[in-house]
């Protein structure tokens, strides 16, 4: 399956990621201001598997190490400021 990018934009800025991903999950990132963005991931029984949370501001790239996590669909919490979403992602090893 050939990796997309999914991209969501706000305002504020606008936010991208790899899906699916082969565990070495790269969101990209570019905000006009300075948003906290907290990234929170939850296996289908709703189990919280992995985390991240900072203030970021400008334009750039976060690594995601996702490697430990068996195969699956992950659902994220996308926090950005006082916005949130909910997107799926899938990884495949």
């Known amino acids: 399956m050939p990796e997309v990018e999914q991209e969501r934009g706000w305002d504020l800025g606008w936010l991208s990621f790899t899906n699916?991903?082969?565990?070495?999950?790269?969101v990209r990132y570019a905000y006009q201001r300075p948003t906290n963005l907290g990234i929170v991931g939850y296996d289908?029984?709703?189990?919280?598997?992995?985390?991240?949370?900072?203030?970021?501001?400008?334009q750039g790239t976060i690594g995601l190490d996702l490697?430990?996590?068996?195969?699956?669909?992950?659902?994220l919490r996308i926090t950005?400021?006082?916005?949130?979403?909910?997107?799926?992602l899938v990884l495949l090893k």
Request: hydrophobic share 20%.
């Open 44 to 58: 289908v029984q709703g189990r919280n598997c992995f985390s991240f949370h900072r203030r970021l501001s400008g």
């Open 80 to 88: 950005e400021g006082d916005h949130q979403r909910i997107e799926k």
């Open 67 to 75: 490697t430990r996590l068996p195969e699956g669909v992950y659902l």
């Open 20 to 26: 699916p991903t082969d565990g070495n999950l790269k």
